[in-house]
């Protein structure tokens, strides 16, 4: 399992931290949120999943699959346009692309 914050999402409210300091912590400069492991020991699988569900703004995305295949699991394999425009923008706006994983 792997997990990302959408760090054009988070809130700063620190709430994952909180409830696993060893997998989020946040940036010096402004509380964003940001991912500390590259992927989820087992153990910790469901106080992920919990700390995804507390997430006020919803920012934390659970990938099921360690190489990322698992993150869309309905059967359409290409992303919708919509998404597809929002990626393009944020790319724009965040030409380095860091999605909060370390
Ligand atoms: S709980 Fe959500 S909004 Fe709060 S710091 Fe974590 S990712 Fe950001």
């Known amino acids: 399992m792997r997990v990302v914050v959408d760090q054009d999402l988070c809130g700063t409210t620190g709430q994952c931290v909180l409830t696993l300091p060893g997998t989020f912590r946040q940036r010096k400069p402004d509380g964003v949120a940001e991912v ?9 699988h469901a106080a992920v999943l ?37 990626h393009a923008a944020k790319d724009q706006r965040n030409p380095g692309g860091h999605d909060g994983t370390v």
Do not use: H
């Open 36 to 44: 500390c492991v590259a992927t989820v020991p087992q153990a910790l």
């Open 50 to 86: 919990l700390a995804a569900s507390q997430c006020p703004v919803a920012a934390i995305r659970v990938i099921e699959s360690d190489t990322g295949d698992g993150e869309r699991a309905s059967a359409d394999p290409a992303p919708s346009p919509a998404e597809a425009e929002r």
